[in-house]
């Protein structure tokens, strides 16, 4: 895992807000609202809010997230710090959290952050 002080660019196709809300199907003030609860995280790349497309899939965010957010939220991660550790190999899964999450790995990915405490 990279250091917790100094996160990385992570490796995923990044969209911005405006695409986010296009591809979620609802207005930008509703993907805003989803980031300020949780439900996505995003970075800002040269002054603009940027999300993981990885976090969207049929046109809803991974609600496998949410939880795992918290939980490193809850450790003391910033968003940016989480998104590194969310696309960054965890020795103990053999892939990305992300990776692991998409697989339905949520109960182990959620095991791991958790012992991050």
């Known amino acids: 895992m990279a250091s917790k002080n100094s996160p990385a660019p992570i490796s995923a196709k990044l969209i ?3 695409d986010a809300a296009e591809a979620l199907g609802i207005p930008v003030t509703r993907v805003r609202r989803l980031i300020e609860d949780r ?3 995003g970075t800002k790349v040269d002054g603009v809010l940027r999300i ?14 949410h939880g795992t ?3 490193l939220h809850d450790v003391g991660f910033s968003d940016d710090e989480i998104l590194d ?5 965890e020795e103990s899964l053999g ?7 998409q697989a339905g790995r949520k109960a182990e990915v959620r095991r791991i ?3 991050l405490l």
């Not at 550790?85 to 190999?89: A, I, R």
């Not at 892939?95 to 999450?101: D, K």
């Open 16 to 18: 911005t807000v405006p």
């Open 39 to 41: 439900h996505l995280l």
């Open 52 to 65: 993981p497309s990885d976090f969207i899939k049929d046109g809803r965010a991974l609600s496998e997230l």
């Open 69 to 71: 957010f918290v939980l």
């Open 85 to 89: 550790w969310m696309f960054s190999v």
């Open 95 to 101: 892939v990305t959290p992300m990776s692991a999450l």
């Open 113 to 115: 952050a958790q012992a």
